[in-house]
């Protein structure tokens, strides 16, 4: 008996070292990706998009998230980059940012096992409009209510 008992500690005590050390793992992930999208709202649009473009890069090498999250974190970031472009006018890229946003949320729908017809739903919510609304909101959300840095530059060099 003091022999299992033992085993069921050792067994314990490694799990909470690996759930502790996953944990921890996750918690930096989540700290790089804070970063990130503080510099995407205070710089300008080419420091913005770097931002972004580094992001990607982090997450796609991301070995602590699981698939469906680093799905759905390509789907924002894609989603970003697609409102960005289009409003600094690169719209070749803006239209290959757009596809990809909806290709990774065609993927975190599929691996979260949602039916045909919502992902369709989805993605009519999600068109053109509807991710310039949702990156709008998120961003003023996340900011001080008038968007990203580079949006109020953009918009002062209009006037």
């Known amino acids: 008996m003091p022999c299992c008992f033992a085993s069921l500690l050792a067994a314990t005590i490694a799990c909470h070292r690996t759930s502790s050390s996953a944990w921890a793992k996750q918690q930096e992930t989540n700290k790089h990706h804070d970063e990130f999208y503080h510099k995407y709202l205070t710089t300008d649009a080419a420091t913005a998009k770097q931002a972004l473009e580094q ?4 997450i796609e090498h991301d070995t602590v998230s699981v698939r469906s999250g680093k799905a759905h974190d390509l789907f924002l970031v894609h989603s970003r980059l697609f409102v960005l472009d289009s409003r600094t006018g690169e719209n070749d890229e803006a239209v290959i940012n757009l596809t990809k946003a909806h290709y990774w949320l ?6 979260e096992g ?3 017809e919502r992902q369709a739903e989805e993605l009519k919510r999600f068109d053109v409009n509807g991710i310039l609304a949702m ?7 996340s900011g001080d209510q008038n968007g990203p840095r580079y949006l109020q530059e953009l918009g002062a060099a209009k006037r």
């Open 55 to 58: 992001q990607l890069d982090y």
């Open 106 to 111: 065609l993927e975190c729908a599929e691996l």
């Open 114 to 116: 949602w039916p045909t």
């Open 135 to 141: 990156v709008d909101k998120q961003d003023k959300a």
